[in-house]
T-cell receptor
Framework: EAQVTQNPRYLITVTGKKLTVTCSQNMNHEYMSWYRQDPGLGLRQIYYSMNVEVTDKGDVPEGYKVSRKEKRNFPLILESPSPNQTSLYFC????????????FGPGTRLTVL | AQSVTQPDIHITVSEGASLELRCNYSYGATPYLFWYVQSPGQGLQLLLKYFSGDTLVQGIKGFEAEFKRSQSSFNLRKPSVHWSDAAEYFCAVGEGGADGLTFGKGTHLIIQP
C-alpha cells in the first residue's frame, strides 16, 4: 500500500531534550516536506527536499533541522525543543513538485513541557 | 507573496443539504489550487486540484470546485452532504516551483442530523 509513515505518532518531551521524528514513504517520490499545524494558523511549511541531499527552508524553519540521506526517508530533528514547538507535525511527499498530488502522513502530535 | 483566505472558520450544514466552502487567494499569475480534507485524527487527503483548462473541477467524494479568476476564488461545493463529510477543509495555493503550498487556515464543517 502506498503510504507515508511517521513515528512516533504522539510524543511528550521536556525542553532541551533532542528528538527526531521519522518520516518514510514507499512511493519513490522525489519531493518531501514537513509542515506544522497550529490552531487558527493552518499548515505552515518547515522544510522541504527536492531530492536526496537537497533540502531547503520553508516558512518556519527556526529550531528545526532535516536531512535527506535516502530517497524514502526525511527525518525532522529538534535539537533543543522549546514549548513553542508544541504542535501537530505532518510529513508529505509528492512525485517531483509540490503541485503534484501530495500524500500526507498521519501526523505526529508533539508536546514540549 | 501568495496568500489564501478561508473566510469561514466553522460551517454547520444539515445532512442532505448543499454545501459551499469559500476560498480566496492572492497571487499574481494563475496559481495551482487545491482542496484538501482532514478527517479527525487523520492526515490530509487531496479532494481536487486546478492547474489550467476547464474552470469547473471534479474531485473525489462528490466534490467539485470552480475557479473564478475575476474573483480570485476557488470555492468548493457539494450538492448533498453526508455525515461522513464532517471534517476540516483546507484550500491551498502553489506556484509550481519548489516552495511548498500555502494553506488557508481551514474551515471546520459540522453536519447536523
Amino acid at each position: 500500500e502506498a503510504q507515508v509513515t511517521q513515528n512516533p505518532r504522539y510524543l511528550i518531551t521536556v525542553t532541551g531534550k533532542k528528538l527526531t521524528v521519522t518520516c518514510s514513504q514507499n512511493m519513490n517520490h522525489e519531493y518531501m516536506s514537513w509542515y506544522r499545524q497550529d490552531p487558527g494558523l493552518g499548515l505552515r511549511q518547515i522544510y522541504y527536499s527536492m531530492n536526496v541531499e537537497v533540502t531547503d527552508k520553508g516558512d518556519v524553519p527556526e529550531g528545526y533541522k532535516v536531512s535527506r540521506k535516502e530517497k524514502r526517508n526525511f527525518p525532522l530533528i529538534l535539537e533543543s525543543p522549546s514549548p513553542n514547538q508544541t504542535s501537530l507535525y505532518f510529513c508529505a511527499s509528492s512525485l517531483s513538485r509540490p503541485k503534484d498530488t501530495q500524500y500526507f502522513g498521519p501526523g505526529t502530535r508533539l508536546t514540549v513541557l | 507573496a501568495q496568500s489564501v483566505t478561508q473566510p469561514d472558520i466553522h460551517i454547520t450544514v444539515s445532512e442532505g443539504a448543499s454545501l459551499e466552502l469559500r476560498c480566496n487567494y492572492s497571487y499574481g499569475a494563475t496559481p495551482y489550487l487545491f482542496w484538501y480534507v482532514q478527517s479527525p485524527g487523520q492526515g490530509l487527503q487531496l479532494l481536487l486540484k486546478y492547474f489550467s483548462g476547464d474552470t469547473l473541477v471534479q474531485g473525489i467524494k462528490g466534490f467539485e470546485a470552480e475557479f473564478k479568476r475575476s474573483q480570485s476564488s476557488f470555492n468548493l461545493r457539494k450538492p448533498s452532504v453526508h455525515w461522513s463529510d464532517a471534517a476540516e477543509y483546507f484550500c491551498a495555493v502553489g506556484e509550481g516551483g519548489a516552495d511548498g503550498l500555502t494553506f488557508g487556515k481551514g474551515t471546520h464543517l459540522i453536519i447536523q442530523p
